[in-house]
């Protein structure tokens, strides 16, 4: 069977056969300058073919401690003593001159003098009171120790292994006098076993590795031959930059789905509303402040809105006027037809709501009723990190005999439950359309606080008399705040961020909802 390698484990096998001995993997990694990793996946690509093998063995090595270096410099103590007495053509000298001549530190020159008495090079005299050096050799020759420390210019660590009985002799002396670290390590040898000695280098064909395997090299059958690089599990992939569905539109998928298992039925009305639906039918007096600039965009082009027939726009505006049949007394001013024709951004999709109730009117009472929608408003609000000129509002509206406002609270329970907020409180609120309202908050949890997320409340006999819903049948209606729903559920703080769309947060929000 033909053995495969690849092309530098080839090579390192050559140079194993050629050294023909025990080698030590770090020496051979420093003299091929190769990482020693690699050598040591390259035998391990031998072991696997049965062609090579290491062991394992303790080496104790030595080196200079830093004092040591110092002296490997400079020369031991006793040897810049002597150098100095030599230099200074000096045969005697005073102990305290010599120190002070010296700049030795104290104790280091008396480690010099100490090792200069036993060299026998010197002699010192303490009599009638002085204290003198002498010297009483004539020739100063390299000691077995400076031979020694000499070694360590050529290699800064010793294997214990290679000294000799006289070297061992010196290490000991270094030792004592605290120049050497003595350091333990686990060294590698590499070595052939007897297949890899005999096996000629020519018969390994070499192996080539391929990431992938491409078209080619299925039809030249070149992909028998190659090794697939293996896969590490543990690094993370790229990063999927595919197309998803933007968060909101998940969103409101979610909240589209919670509405039909509810029984309701989707309906959806123009961008671009009539005064009319957007607050005329809503029983919103045409000096009302929510009708002014500063909170609605009004438009010029279409400049003038469709109302529908003649007999629901007297019907709104007698309820203005007078109340019309609803019982009120109604605002008492004169309603003009020309301001209900205005054009605007719808405010809120409770326009969208009351189309529908004036589809009701033909409808010839058909009970009950149950619809949603989830859309785009439009209000003039500076913008920060709470509010947009443009968001989305969930509404709903119920119309049936004798709901009443438990049904309300319970079905607005039920919906926010479905999100997962399974906490809610209402307390009375205003709108000039219903009555009575409801301001709605649900509980979040991890804020632990009470977050209002919009209104609701039971339609005004105003409001729906002229659309021909009368007692006992009622209208629940609600409209809530999606964005508001959206920094709870997807954990953000700035409500412009579903807009600005940072690339980054949108990158990490799963593909599947
Ligand atoms: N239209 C109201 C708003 O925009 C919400 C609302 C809808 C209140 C229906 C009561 C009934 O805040």
Known sequence: MTIRLKKQVIEIFKILQEKDKKIIASELAEDLDIDYIVLMSAINDLIDKSLGNFEEREIFQVSLTEEGQDYLENGLPERQLIELLLKEDRKEIDLEEFLEKSHLEKSLFYIGISNLKKNRWIAQSKASGENKLFLIAEEFPITKLEEFLDKFKKQPKL???????????????LNKRKLINKTQKTQRIIYLTEKGKKIDVNEIEELEQVSKITSEMLTSEKWKKVELKPFDVTKPGPLLKAGKIHPIINLINEIREVFLSMGF????????????????????????????????????NPKEAKLPERKLINAVK???????????????????????????????????????????????????????????????????????????????????DNVNLCDLIGLLSEFYQKLGFSKIVTRPGFFPYTEPSMEVSVYFDKLGEWLEMGGSGIFRPEVTYPFGIKEPTRVLAWGQGLERIAMLYYNRNDIRDFYVNPIKWLRHQSYLK
Not at 159 to 173: G, Y
Not at 341 to 358: E, I, S
């Open 159 to 173: 294997n214990v292994e290679d000294l000799s009985k006289q070297d061992l002799k010196q290490i000991d002396v």
């Open 265 to 300: 039925t989707e309906i959806r009305g123009p961008i671009v509303e009539s005064a009319f639906f957007n607050f005329d039918a809503l029983f919103q007096p045409q000096d009302h402040p929510a009708r002014e600039l500063q909170d609605t965009f009004y438009l010029n």
């Open 318 to 400: 007698n309820t203005h006027e007078n109340g019309g049949d609803s019982g009120s007394i109604g605002w008492r001013y004169k309603w003009e037809e020309k301001v209900a024709k205005q054009t605007v951004l719808r405010t809120h999709t409770t326009a969208t709501t009351v189309r529908r109730l004036a589809q009701y009117y033909y409808e010839n009472g058909k009970k009950p009723i149950k619809v949603f929608s989830v859309d785009r408003v439009f209000r003039n609000e500076r913008v920060d990190k709470s509010h947009l000129a443009e968001f989305t509002q969930i509404e709903g509206i119920v119309i049936d």
